[in-house]
Structures are given as structure tokens and as C-alpha cells.
């Protein structure tokens, strides 16, 4: 089986098709989702800074990846990019920030990844898309299935400030966060 935590060369780059210009100043969805641990996070409850990285899909251990996934630009890349904001996990709480992953696979393919990477921050599923929705967020179309686009978050106090879209390199996403939230202390 492949090592999906190193990205494979030559992957193709996504455009900026203009599917996130909309999110600046949009305030989050009054919503509940279910995480990892189990439990109902109210996101609209969450006070103070909040990171949000939205990815397609963490590649389960059990099951390959969708066929052509890697021609799909901005898909592949999960894996390291969940591994780099596990990376620097500390770093963020140190700048007093909250940080969930959301994708649209169901919490038990995500609780899998959670174990499976030793992630210390809970994923957040999207399977029914309501924050998609509430949010007009980008979606791939594989098939008959739907996965997020790969946009990051940044809330102050319910507000998205900043948006990352379109993410690439995915593992390099933490960088550009960490400088935004060191910049806007």
C-alpha cells in the first residue's frame, strides 16, 4: 500500500475559481457537527480564534482512494496535511486557537484517521453537508460522491476573517496559518 502521508510529485495545481471570494465576513453556521470524540460541537457557541482546514478525505487505511484521485486538482493531500497542523498543534494553542478538521466522510472513517495519524484535535464530520451548505463551501464531484474542496478557516468570534482557498501544497497550509494568526495577534 502507498505512504499517503508523502505526496506524490508532479500532482496537478488547483485555480483559484473564485468559489471562496464569497466567506470574508460571513459569520458561522448555527450549527451542531459531530467530531471524533463523539460529541455535538455547536460551532456558533466557539468564542475567540477558530481554524477550521476543510479536506476531501483522509484515505482510510482499509480502503484505496478513489479512482483518478490524483488527477483531481487540490484532492490528494489529506493525510500530510492533517499531519502538519498535528505538528504544530502546540503552536496554535500557544496562539490561543482552537483547531478542528472537517471533510465530509462519516465520523467513524474520520475517528479511524484521528487514531491512525495521532491527531490531538477532534475532525469534524460534514456528511449531510450542512455547513457546506450554510456556507456555499466548493465541492469535488466524484461520481455520485461529494467531497469538500480544500479551504481553510480562520474565525474570530463566529466571523470568518481569513480563508485559504485554493490550498496548495496542503502539507505547506500550516505555514500560511501560522503566519496569519502570529501577524493578527
Avoid at 56 to 83: F, H, K, N, S, V
Wanted: with cysteine.
Amino acid at each position: 500500500m502507498e505512504n499517503l502521508e508523502i505526496l506524490p510529485k508532479n500532482l496537478p495545481v488547483p485555480a483559484d475559481d473564485g468559489a471562496c471570494a464569497h466567506l470574508q465576513g460571513l459569520t458561522i453556521p448555527d450549527l451542531s457537527l459531530t467530531a471524533t470524540n463523539g460529541e455535538a460541537i455547536a460551532l456558533s457557541t466557539i468564542k475567540g480564534r477558530l481554524v477550521i482546514y476543510c479536506y476531501p478525505m483522509t484515505g482510510p487505511a482499509y480502503a484505496a482512494l478513489p479512482e483518478g484521485w490524483d488527477a483531481i486538482p487540490g484532492a490528494r493531500g489529506c493525510t500530510p496535511q492533517a499531519c502538519s497542523f498535528r505538528d504544530h498543534f502546540l503552536e496554535l494553542q500557544q496562539l490561543h486557537t482552537r483547531v478542528y478538521g472537517m471533510s465530509t466522510q462519516s465520523t467513524a472513517d474520520q475517528a479511524e484517521s484521528k487514531q491512525r495519524l495521532h491527531l490531538p484535535f477532534e475532525l469534524l464530520s460534514d456528511e449531510n453537508l450542512a455547513f457546506t451548505k450554510a456556507l456555499n463551501l466548493p465541492l469535488h464531484l466524484v461520481g455520485e460522491l461529494k467531497f469538500l474542496k480544500r479551504v481553510t478557516l480562520i474565525f474570530e468570534d463566529g466571523v470568518i476573517v481569513k480563508s485559504f482557498y485554493p490550498v496548495f501544497p496542503p502539507d505547506k497550509n500550516i505555514d500560511d496559518v501560522l503566519e496569519y494568526l502570529k501577524e493578527h495577534k
